[in-house]
């Protein structure tokens, strides 16, 4: 069998990719169709935190991208091959709507073999969670920001394209096996294995008519998404927008209170290997400092802060959960401590209370005073089982033990 196409059959190079590409999607199709019931069933409010869907939601949502990462690079080699290769003409190009409709569905499949898992890739680039890409050149794209909104409208996109690929791919199986069972001619054998006698096609001559039928309806599609609202309406948060979240924030009178302008309180967690951060979006402050002029104690500070203003990517809905932060029943976190000045930086020692559990803890940080104006930074470590949070995932294999809490605000001295 020839490896390059001719005008009446597909060389061997055209079947190897027309077959694995089919493989790689009807393997994909079933992986991410599971995949996502099953983050719907995790996102839940009445998720119960089970280590066994979670680590099978991961798995297959990192088969189904694996897969559709492979499908991307497989599609550009066909198209490649494809565009130095003569094309098989149709057998009826007489049967003008016939042809129309052939040549339609395979502009449609060609784009959308591109399209489709560039769409999930922008997805998974854009967004924060787990379920990684098995493959060793990291999980990021260039020019794609981590962005709640990009993420949300690609997450549209890929849903509206992925079902336009699949009715392309059942116009042409349903196509094929027309012509194989009733018009019994040779245009599926051409593309099956083996070698043959095959007719040669009438001469024929090929428009931008299709190719410009099935921009339509791609456009359609997509319009069509707009329409019933599958891309998304929430905003970016500040943070993920370029700025800081500016907190509620309420302040003590006299001398030593300040008042936080902006800030930022965050949140980062490991999740099958792979860091998820976030932002919370609320919270309040009262801050009480003044500098001694040598190591002790220097104020007080007391945050609370809302847990469902917490934004943790594709995990936010699972965060909130019985199982972890429970916000229905536990809605704020308390941090209370005494400011200190040591001989190298400052710190927070008080007691953090999460889900009525109050633990210990020590915050750390550098400050930075000029006049009345203060900026600071710091970071702690905690462990989520102290607060009760993800019992169920009793080991690190799912969701580590550490919890990493960045803090970093700016002040001004009360008046």
């Not at 769409?119 to 493959?135: E, K």
């Not at 359609?220 to 943070?239: K, M």
């Not at 290997?273 to 609320?282: K, L, N, P, R, Y």
């Amino acid at each position: 069998m020839s490896r390059a196409n001719t005008f009446s059959s597909y060389g061997s190079v055209a079947k190897t990719f027309h077959w694995l590409t089919a493989l790689l999607i009807f393997s994909a199709f079933p992986l991410g169709y599971v995949a996502n019931g099953l983050a719907h069933q995790i996102q839940s409010p009445g998720f119960d935190g089970s280590p066994a869907v979670i680590e099978r939601a991961t798995l297959l949502f990192s088969l189904h991208k694996t897969l559709g990462v492979t499908v991307f690079f497989t599609a550009l080699l066909r198209i490649l091959w494809a565009l130095s290769q003569p094309k098989p003409g149709l057998l009826h190009p007489d049967r003008k709507a016939e042809a129309l409709a052939a040549e339609v569905v395979h502009w449609l499949l060609y784009g959308s073999l591109v399209a489709v898992p560039l769409s999930g890739w922008i997805h998974h680039a854009a967004t924060t969670g787990f379920a990684p890409i098995w493959w060793p050149f990291g999980q990021t794209l260039p020019f794609v920001p981590k962005s709640e909104a990009l993420a949300e409208l690609t997450a549209g996109v890929h849903w509206v394209l992925v079902w336009t690929l699949a009715a392309a791919l059942g116009l042409h199986a349903a196509g094929a096996l027309k012509h194989h069972v009733i018009d019994r001619d040779a245009t599926l054998r051409r593309m099956l294995p083996g070698r043959g006698r095959l007719p040669q096609p009438p001469a024929q001559a090929h428009s931008l008519a299709p190719l410009l039928a099935a921009l339509l309806v791609w456009a359609g599609a997509l319009g069509g998404g707009a329409a019933i609202g599958v891309f998304g309406s929430r905003e970016a948060a500040p943070e993920q927008a370029g700025g800081t979240a500016a907190p509620v924030v309420a302040t003590v009178p006299g001398a030593t209170g300040w008042t936080v302008d902006s800030g930022t309180l965050g949140l980062a967690v490991t999740q099958m290997g792979s860091q998820v951060a976030g932002s919370f979006g609320e919270w309040t402050a009262v801050v009480n400092f003044e500098e001694p002029a040598a190591p002790g104690p220097a104020g007080d500070v007391e945050v609370t802060v809302s847990i469902a203003s917490l934004e943790l990517g594709s995990v936010t809905a699972q965060a909130m959960g019985a199982d972890y932060f429970d916000s229905a029943n536990f809605p704020t976190a308390l941090f209370k401590a005494e400011i200190e000045k040591l001989e190298d930086g400052y710190q927070a020692a008080g007691t953090l209370t999460i889900k009525d559990q109050t633990v210990p803890v020590t915050l750390p940080f550098d400050l930075e005073l000029e006049g009345d104006r203060a900026k600071m930074t710091g970071a702690l470590t905690l462990n989520r089982l102290d607060f009760g949070i993800g019992k169920s995932l009793a080991d690190e294999s799912s969701l580590a033990f550490a919890v990493e809490v960045p803090v970093a605000l700016e002040a001004r001295r009360a008046e």
